[in-house]
């Protein structure tokens, strides 16, 4: 009887060593298809980059060259009727600015307090007195 036990194992012993033979090689296997297939898989992409780089980059580059081209025609166009309107009186400037003399604002004459910009149509002379200082000299004049 104990014949038959021995036997047994053995057999049980063999089958799990060859089983686990036949997965081993299953997974090299399987490993080398992957690794095959991620190799062609990337010279695929390449090959996809290469083509779209080819074909496409000239266009895009055209297009971009274009595209400046008229931009910069726009532009021109664009401050050309800005100057025209400006020039006219149909339009103010972005920015205005008023320099001080002995009609107006006469004490800020100098002064590196002295803003003179134009917002809206409204002078603002300093951030001190904003309509401007009304006597002939200012307190906060500084030179």
């Known amino acids: 009887m104990e014949d038959w036990t021995k036997h047994l194992f053995d057999f049980f012993d063999t089958v799990t060593l060859e089983v686990e033979q036949f997965f081993d090689e299953v997974n090299d296997t399987v490993t080398t298809e992957v690794e095959r297939f991620w190799d062609d898989v990337d010279e695929i992409v390449d090959w996809i980059a290469e083509e779209v780089e080819q074909s496409v980059s000239p266009d895009l580059e055209d297009f971009f060259e274009d595209l400046e081209v008229l931009f910069d025609r726009a532009i021109v ?9 400006v020039e006219d009186g149909e339009m103010m400037p972005f920015e205005q600015f008023v320099e001080p003399n002995a009609v107006q604002n006469p004490a800020c004459q100098g002064c590196q307090n002295y803003h003179g910009r134009v917002y809206g149509g409204n002078l603002l002379v300093c951030g001190m007195h904003p309509y401007g200082w009304d006597g002939e000299t200012c307190p906060d004049w500084e030179g």
């Open 77 to 85: 166009v664009y401050y050309a009727e800005l100057e025209e309107l």
